[in-house]
T-cell receptor, first 113, second 113 residues
């Protein structure tokens, strides 16, 4: 079982729709959860961090965390073509992991006009 | 500009050579990381330093040797380069080791001929 697993893509949505990206993780003790966006040929860019159960909203982005189900998701409302990128879920186990981030394999999102 | 900066951006070299990548951050962070992103875009941690002390040392060939002269700098030296070392190497930094968000440099694309 992969430590951090994202829903297989690619995911294609029309402009203006809601894009839903999902991620599950295996370490029940994980404490910090992040979503990064990576455009082709560029570096990962932090777009959301979430640490406690529930929803966290920032503009068009909402991160949702359910530690009991070991599940974290990212919703992008009113998707724009500029949102087309690879989205990386990253998890930190806390404790003696010393900040180590374990990444999922990424989900490619395409928003078409 | 505040940032995590890496040099060089591109590195093309022959098998068997030795090369170094440098990273500097002026974000005031005390923890720095090296990640490797392979051709399938999977991002995996290699090393981490906190205040010049090595705290994460993943299963990486000992041809790879990190060095942190101070908390704002982290270098990566690679001996006897092999074809499988071709990848993009990202430097990142964060506050502390407790799972705070990490900010990435632009990456160094290493190509082995």
């Amino acid at each position: 079982q992969k430590e951090v697993e994202q829903n297989s893509g690619p995911l294609s949505v029309p402009e203006g729709a809601i894009a839903s990206l999902n991620c599950t993780y295996s370490d029940r003790g994980s404490q910090s959860f992040f979503w990064y966006r990576q455009y082709s040929g560029k570096s990962p860019e932090l777009i959301m961090s979430i640490y406690s159960n529930g929803d966290k909203e920032d503009g068009r982005f909402t991160a949702q965390l359910n530690k009991a189900s070991q599940y974290v998701s990212l919703l992008i409302r009113d998707s724009q073509p500029s949102d087309s990128a690879t989205y990386l879920c990253a998890v930190n186990a806390g404790g003696t992991s010393y900040g180590k981030l374990t990444f999922g394999q990424g989900t490619i999102l395409t928003v078409h006009p | 500009d505040t940032a995590v900066s890496q040099t060089p951006k591109y590195l093309v070299t022959q098998m068997g050579n030795d090369k170094s990548i440098k990273c500097e951050q002026n974000l005031g962070h005390d923890t720095m990381y090296w990640y490797k992103q392979d051709s399938k875009k999977f991002l995996k941690i290699m090393f981490s330093y906190n205040n010049k002390e090595l705290i994460i040392n993943e299963t990486v060939p000992n041809r790879f040797s990190p060095k942190s002269p101070d908390k704002a700098h982290l270098n990566l030296h690679i001996n006897s380069l092999e074809l499988g070392d071709s990848a993009v190497y990202f430097c990142a930094s964060s506050f502390g080791t407790g799972g705070q968000p990490q900010h990435f440099g632009d990456g160094t694309r290493l190509s082995i001929l």
